[in-house]
């Protein structure tokens, strides 16, 4: 699974619009939001940092839940947007939540499991959970 980072609004028009989970590094405005909705009509989750998450307006909010489409706060840790346009989550971590379960185990300690382990927030592990 990957996770396209998009470091400017200037990136927005050139996105490929099949894109699913789009990582936004900047603070977006809700021509941003509604800009990137419409470029990418496949989107289901829009990552931010926590710090712009308190800036996103009731009304894109709104807009996003009439889309479906899923507001998360969280980070690509450590990834370097010169070298990969995409932020990889891992295949080991995909094939971890396969195995566990297939375990039996909850998707609630499934991912309070994981996110001591990984890179990922909660919010995006319970976005991973319900694609698997």
Same mark, same amino acid.
């Given at each position: 699974?990957?996770?396209?980072?998009?470091? @400017?609004?200037?990136?927005? #028009?050139?996105?490929? +619009?099949?894109?699913?989970?789009?990582?936004?590094?900047?603070? +977006?405005?809700? =021509? &941003?939001?509604?800009?990137?909705?419409?470029?990418? +009509?496949?989107?289901?989750?829009?990552?931010? +940092?926590?710090?712009?998450?308190?800036?996103?307006? *009731?009304?894109? $909010?709104?807009?996003?839940?009439?889309?479906?489409? *899923?507001?998360?706060?969280? &980070?690509?840790?450590?990834?370097?947007?010169?070298? %990969?346009? /995409?932020?990889?989550?891992? #295949?080991?971590?995909?094939? *971890?939540?396969?195995?566990?379960? @297939? $375990?039996?185990?909850? &998707?609630? %300690?499934?991912?309070? =499991?994981? $996110?001591?382990?990984?890179?990922?927030?909660? $919010?995006?592990?319970? /976005?991973?959970?319900? *694609?698997?």
């Amino acid at each position: 699974m990957k996770i396209r980072v998009v470091s @400017s609004r200037e990136e927005i #028009p050139h996105l490929n +619009p099949g894109e699913k989970v789009i990582h936004l590094a900047f603070r +977006p405005s809700n =021509k &941003d939001i509604f800009s990137l909705v419409q470029t990418c +009509p496949k989107v289901e989750v829009i990552q931010i +940092p926590s710090s712009y998450r308190r800036t996103v307006s *009731k009304s894109i $909010e709104m807009f996003m839940q009439m889309q479906d489409i *899923k507001l998360i706060e969280g &980070d690509v840790w450590g990834h370097r947007k010169d070298i %990969n346009e /995409y932020y990889s989550i891992a #295949p080991a971590l995909l094939d *971890k939540i396969k195995e566990l379960k @297939s $375990e039996g185990m909850s &998707d609630e %300690n499934i991912v309070s =499991k994981l $996110e001591r382990e990984g890179k990922l927030n909660k $919010e995006m592990l319970f /976005y991973i959970l319900s *694609k698997k």
